[in-house]
């Protein structure tokens, strides 16, 4: 059995992944963290009948946990890796927008202590796919744009599923696309690794990405939809599993598929 923690618990994602930990076979939920529980708000946690914690630390002092998994903000994420590999527990992270330093100490972390992480900026296996087929794609047609599309209490922008598919884009292409645009010229978007990426951000969105692909006389777009939550939770689940055979840090569900 996988003793899990989950931080973030009161968010609508940390509070998803509570659930499908406890539905699943083999998992079982230790303990759930989250700043927010003080007052009424530690109630809604109350059903699934395990400790409530505010600080990460507090929760592995008093806990036995195998994997903790993060869906915070970014604003908090890296101290919860911290804490976790420091305490040799595993790490499971689905918050995106660490800055390069605080991401290149979680990998010395994990390289060098007895704890694994591992980290993706989308569990939706069709996320996946599609930036999986963007690579392809991208060998024979150089010239793209991205837009993401997502709910409006999202912090970062752009998203992480957005970078890492720009990033497995301009490692797979042959060629350099043309210029963006001319520089400073917002309206075109964040350029990133050649590519420009538009983000939006609007109530009632869940997660969504478009990679739009032009070439002579044609175009080619993948589109991929997150409905509900729920969408991500096998990938969550199956990563909860995997993450303690890994060596240190992976990035990516494609590498555990």
Known sequence: MIEVAVTGALGKMGSTVCDAVVAAEGLSLAAVVDPAFTGGDAGRQAAHDVPMFTQMSDCLQETRVDVAVDFTTPDAVFENISTCLDADVHCVVGTTGMEARQFAQVEKLALEGDANCFLAPNFAIG????????????????ECEIIELHHDQKLDAPSGTALRTAEMIAESRHQEPAPAGPEGNASRGTVYKGIPIHSVRLPGLVAHQEV??????????????????????????????????????????????
């Open 127 to 142: 996320a996946v796919l599609m930036m999986e087929a963007a690579k392809v794609i991208s060998r024979y047609m150089a």
């Open 212 to 257: 739009v692909f032009g070439g002579p006389g044609q175009t080619l777009t993948l589109r991929h939809d997150s409905i509900s939550r729920e969408s991500f939770m096998p990938g969550v689940v199956l990563a909860i599993r995997r993450v303690p055979e890994l060596n240190g840090l992976v990035v990516g569900l494609e590498k555990i598929l």
